[in-house]
Protein backbone atom coordinates (compact mmCIF):
# COMPACT_ATOMS: atom_id res chain seq x y z
CA UNK A 1 0.00 0.00 0.00
CA UNK A 2 1.52 3.04 -0.76
CA UNK A 3 1.53 6.20 1.10
CA UNK A 4 -0.62 8.57 -1.04
CA UNK A 5 -3.61 5.80 -0.89
CA UNK A 6 -2.85 5.77 3.32
CA UNK A 7 -3.25 9.34 3.22
CA UNK A 8 -6.18 9.39 0.96
CA UNK A 9 -8.03 7.07 3.11
CA UNK A 10 -6.60 9.02 6.51
CA UNK A 11 -8.48 11.73 4.77
CA UNK A 12 -12.05 9.77 4.15
CA UNK A 13 -11.56 8.58 7.74
CA UNK A 14 -11.43 11.64 9.46
CA UNK A 15 -14.37 12.59 7.18
CA UNK A 16 -16.70 10.13 8.22
CA UNK A 17 -15.77 10.83 11.79
CA UNK A 18 -16.38 13.97 11.20
CA UNK A 19 -19.23 13.78 9.56
CA UNK A 20 -20.91 11.66 12.60
CA UNK A 21 -19.90 14.61 14.86
CA UNK A 22 -21.47 17.38 13.32
CA UNK A 23 -24.55 15.57 12.50
CA UNK A 24 -25.28 14.41 15.83
CA UNK A 25 -24.35 17.32 17.39
CA UNK A 26 -26.67 19.08 15.61
CA UNK A 27 -29.47 17.16 16.47
CA UNK A 28 -28.69 17.27 20.13
CA UNK A 29 -28.49 21.43 19.45
CA UNK A 30 -32.16 20.84 18.63
CA UNK A 31 -33.01 20.40 22.37
CA UNK A 32 -31.59 23.79 23.06
CA UNK A 33 -35.01 25.74 24.81
CA UNK A 34 -36.99 22.44 24.27
CA UNK A 35 -35.58 20.50 26.97
CA UNK A 36 -37.71 19.08 29.92
CA UNK A 37 -36.15 21.47 32.66
CA UNK A 38 -33.69 24.51 32.20
CA UNK A 39 -30.75 22.29 33.69
CA UNK A 40 -31.32 19.24 31.10
CA UNK A 41 -31.46 22.15 28.57
CA UNK A 42 -28.28 23.72 29.47
CA UNK A 43 -26.58 20.24 29.86
CA UNK A 44 -27.61 18.90 26.11
CA UNK A 45 -26.62 22.25 25.04
CA UNK A 46 -23.01 21.36 26.21
CA UNK A 47 -23.09 18.08 25.01
CA UNK A 48 -23.69 19.32 21.20
CA UNK A 49 -21.03 21.46 21.66
CA UNK A 50 -19.30 18.91 22.64
CA UNK A 51 -19.66 16.96 19.04
CA UNK A 52 -19.58 20.31 16.99
CA UNK A 53 -15.92 20.56 18.41
CA UNK A 54 -15.18 17.44 17.61
CA UNK A 55 -16.31 18.03 14.25
CA UNK A 56 -14.24 20.53 13.75
CA UNK A 57 -10.98 18.88 15.05
CA UNK A 58 -11.83 15.94 12.43
CA UNK A 59 -12.66 18.05 9.64
CA UNK A 60 -9.39 20.43 10.49
CA UNK A 61 -7.58 17.16 9.57
CA UNK A 62 -9.50 15.97 6.95
CA UNK A 63 -8.85 19.34 5.09
CA UNK A 64 -5.17 19.53 6.26
CA UNK A 65 -4.26 16.04 4.31
CA UNK A 66 -6.43 16.71 1.01
CA UNK A 67 -4.20 19.83 0.80
CA UNK A 68 -6.74 21.09 -2.23
CA UNK A 69 -7.43 24.74 -0.88
CA UNK A 70 -10.81 23.27 1.50
CA UNK A 71 -11.62 24.36 4.95
CA UNK A 72 -13.70 22.39 7.94
CA UNK A 73 -16.47 24.77 6.61
CA UNK A 74 -16.48 23.07 3.29
CA UNK A 75 -16.64 20.12 4.47
CA UNK A 76 -19.54 20.97 7.19
CA UNK A 77 -21.34 23.13 4.67
CA UNK A 78 -20.44 22.71 0.86
CA UNK A 79 -21.30 18.65 0.18
CA UNK A 80 -24.59 17.26 -0.29
CA UNK A 81 -26.30 14.16 1.50
CA UNK A 82 -24.42 11.76 -0.67
CA UNK A 83 -21.40 12.88 0.07
CA UNK A 84 -21.77 12.57 4.03
CA UNK A 85 -20.79 9.09 5.28
CA UNK A 86 -22.16 9.52 8.57
CA UNK A 87 -23.49 6.12 10.93
CA UNK A 88 -27.25 6.34 9.75
CA UNK A 89 -28.47 6.33 14.03
CA UNK A 90 -26.75 10.13 13.98
CA UNK A 91 -28.79 11.00 12.01
CA UNK A 92 -32.45 10.19 13.07
CA UNK A 93 -34.53 12.71 14.35
CA UNK A 94 -34.51 13.48 17.75
CA UNK A 95 -37.73 12.28 19.13
CA UNK A 96 -38.85 12.43 22.48
CA UNK A 97 -36.91 12.96 25.36
CA UNK A 98 -36.63 9.03 26.07
CA UNK A 99 -35.63 8.76 22.83
CA UNK A 100 -32.71 11.14 22.75
CA UNK A 101 -31.57 9.59 25.99
CA UNK A 102 -31.24 6.06 24.48
CA UNK A 103 -29.29 6.88 21.35
CA UNK A 104 -26.81 8.71 23.46
CA UNK A 105 -26.62 5.45 25.46
CA UNK A 106 -25.76 3.38 22.71
CA UNK A 107 -23.42 5.60 21.64
CA UNK A 108 -21.48 6.89 24.25
CA UNK A 109 -20.92 3.48 25.47
CA UNK A 110 -19.87 2.85 22.15
CA UNK A 111 -17.71 6.12 22.02
CA UNK A 112 -16.06 5.34 25.02
CA UNK A 113 -14.38 1.57 23.47
CA UNK A 114 -13.96 3.24 19.84
CA UNK A 115 -12.23 6.25 21.23
CA UNK A 116 -10.30 4.00 23.44
CA UNK A 117 -8.80 2.21 20.88
CA UNK A 118 -8.29 5.15 18.51
CA UNK A 119 -5.89 6.86 20.92
CA UNK A 120 -3.81 4.37 20.04
CA UNK A 121 -3.53 5.06 16.70
CA UNK A 122 0.21 5.42 14.78
CA UNK A 123 -1.74 8.98 13.61
CA UNK A 124 -0.55 11.08 16.17
CA UNK A 125 -3.37 13.71 15.40
CA UNK A 126 -6.07 10.88 15.26
CA UNK A 127 -4.83 9.76 18.54
CA UNK A 128 -4.86 13.17 19.76
CA UNK A 129 -8.34 14.07 19.25
CA UNK A 130 -9.62 10.56 20.37
CA UNK A 131 -7.41 11.77 24.02
CA UNK A 132 -9.36 14.66 23.97
CA UNK A 133 -12.83 13.62 23.30
CA UNK A 134 -12.64 10.47 25.66
CA UNK A 135 -12.48 12.78 28.45
CA UNK A 136 -15.97 14.56 27.32
CA UNK A 137 -17.25 11.03 26.32
CA UNK A 138 -16.71 9.08 30.00
CA UNK A 139 -18.72 12.53 30.75
CA UNK A 140 -21.76 11.88 28.34
CA UNK A 141 -21.80 7.83 29.17
CA UNK A 142 -22.35 9.34 32.76
CA UNK A 143 -25.57 11.64 32.31
CA UNK A 144 -26.87 8.78 29.17
CA UNK A 145 -26.63 5.85 31.79
CA UNK A 146 -27.90 7.41 35.17
CA UNK A 147 -30.76 8.70 32.53
CA UNK A 148 -31.88 5.47 31.30
CA UNK A 149 -32.08 4.09 34.50
CA UNK A 150 -34.39 7.14 35.96
CA UNK A 151 -36.64 6.81 32.86
CA UNK A 152 -36.77 2.48 32.70
CA UNK A 153 -36.92 2.23 36.29
CA UNK A 154 -39.62 5.24 36.44
CA UNK A 155 -42.84 5.67 35.61
CA UNK A 156 -44.88 3.07 33.72
CA UNK A 157 -44.87 6.18 30.91
CA UNK A 158 -41.46 6.85 31.24
CA UNK A 159 -40.67 3.03 30.86
CA UNK A 160 -42.89 2.70 27.97
CA UNK A 161 -41.30 5.59 25.78
CA UNK A 162 -37.56 3.81 26.96
CA UNK A 163 -38.25 1.09 25.58
CA UNK A 164 -39.98 1.98 22.35
CA UNK A 165 -37.06 3.79 22.06
CA UNK A 166 -34.83 0.82 23.03
CA UNK A 167 -36.95 -1.04 20.46
CA UNK A 168 -36.86 1.24 17.75
CA UNK A 169 -33.03 2.15 17.52
CA UNK A 170 -31.64 -1.47 17.72
CA UNK A 171 -31.77 -2.02 13.95
CA UNK A 172 -29.43 0.96 13.23
CA UNK A 173 -26.74 -0.35 16.10
CA UNK A 174 -25.33 -2.53 13.63
CA UNK A 175 -24.11 -0.36 11.20
CA UNK A 176 -21.69 0.43 13.90
CA UNK A 177 -19.67 -2.61 14.21
CA UNK A 178 -19.54 -2.95 10.21
CA UNK A 179 -15.63 -2.79 8.23
CA UNK A 180 -15.40 -1.58 4.78
CA UNK A 181 -12.52 -1.70 2.48
CA UNK A 182 -11.45 2.23 3.68
CA UNK A 183 -11.62 0.86 7.50
CA UNK A 184 -10.40 -2.41 7.00
CA UNK A 185 -6.94 -0.71 5.59
CA UNK A 186 -6.57 1.57 7.98
CA UNK A 187 -6.94 -1.09 10.77
CA UNK A 188 -4.55 -3.61 9.35
CA UNK A 189 -1.67 -0.38 9.22
CA UNK A 190 -2.61 0.45 13.34
CA UNK A 191 -4.24 3.41 11.78
CA UNK A 192 -8.39 3.20 12.48
CA UNK A 193 -10.22 0.95 14.94
CA UNK A 194 -11.09 -2.97 14.22
CA UNK A 195 -15.03 -1.99 15.00
CA UNK A 196 -16.52 -5.81 14.99
CA UNK A 197 -14.51 -6.40 17.40
CA UNK A 198 -16.00 -3.72 19.62
CA UNK A 199 -19.15 -5.02 19.99
CA UNK A 200 -18.85 -7.88 22.27
CA UNK A 201 -17.64 -5.85 25.32
CA UNK A 202 -20.32 -2.81 23.80
CA UNK A 203 -23.11 -5.35 24.05
CA UNK A 204 -22.38 -6.74 27.24
CA UNK A 205 -22.11 -3.45 28.90
CA UNK A 206 -25.72 -1.90 27.10
CA UNK A 207 -27.05 -5.10 28.05
CA UNK A 208 -26.04 -4.50 31.86
CA UNK A 209 -27.54 -1.29 31.75
CA UNK A 210 -30.77 -2.17 30.40
CA UNK A 211 -31.60 -4.64 32.53
CA UNK A 212 -30.66 -2.64 35.79
CA UNK A 213 -32.72 -0.07 34.08
CA UNK A 214 -35.77 -3.01 33.93
CA UNK A 215 -36.03 -2.72 30.21
CA UNK A 216 -35.71 -5.62 27.89
CA UNK A 217 -32.97 -5.76 25.31
CA UNK A 218 -34.02 -6.11 21.53
CA UNK A 219 -33.78 -9.17 19.98
CA UNK A 220 -31.54 -8.78 16.24
CA UNK A 221 -34.05 -9.18 13.88
CA UNK A 222 -33.90 -6.21 11.22
CA UNK A 223 -30.69 -4.05 10.58
CA UNK A 224 -30.30 -0.71 9.01
CA UNK A 225 -26.79 -0.06 6.85
CA UNK A 226 -26.17 2.29 4.20
CA UNK A 227 -24.75 5.82 5.65
CA UNK A 228 -21.15 4.84 5.29
CA UNK A 229 -21.39 4.59 1.31
CA UNK A 230 -23.83 7.85 0.97
CA UNK A 231 -27.30 5.94 1.22
CA UNK A 232 -29.26 8.01 4.28
CA UNK A 233 -32.32 8.19 5.25
CA UNK A 234 -35.24 11.17 4.32
CA UNK A 235 -33.37 12.75 7.03
CA UNK A 236 -30.45 13.70 6.21
CA UNK A 237 -31.60 16.27 3.49
CA UNK A 238 -33.85 18.15 6.08
CA UNK A 239 -30.54 18.89 8.41
CA UNK A 240 -28.48 19.56 6.01
CA UNK A 241 -31.00 22.35 4.84
CA UNK A 242 -31.20 23.80 7.77
CA UNK A 243 -27.65 23.23 8.86
CA UNK A 244 -26.37 24.66 5.46
CA UNK A 245 -28.17 27.57 4.68
CA UNK A 246 -26.58 30.48 6.01
CA UNK A 247 -23.19 29.87 4.14
CA UNK A 248 -24.88 28.53 1.01
CA UNK A 249 -27.19 31.69 0.63
CA UNK A 250 -23.81 34.04 1.98
CA UNK A 251 -20.41 32.11 0.55
CA UNK A 252 -17.43 33.15 1.44
CA UNK A 253 -18.80 35.41 4.27
CA UNK A 254 -17.04 36.27 7.51
CA UNK A 255 -18.02 37.25 10.88
Known amino acids: MSDLALKQATQEYATRLGDDSVILGHRLSEWCSNAPFLEEDLALANVALDYIGRARMYYTYAAELA ?46 HFL ?13 IAAKAIKET ?20 SHRRAQRALDSLWGYTHELFDLDTTEQLLADAGIGVNNPALRPQWLKEVAEIV ?31 EMQFVHRSYPAQQW
Open 138 to 157: RYHLRRSREWTLRLGDGTAE
Open 67 to 112: NDGRTEDDFAYGRNEREYHNLLINELPRGDFAYTIMRQLLLDVFNV
Open 211 to 241: AEATLTLPADGWAVRGGRVGYHTENLGHILT
Open 116 to 128: TQLMQSKDETLAA
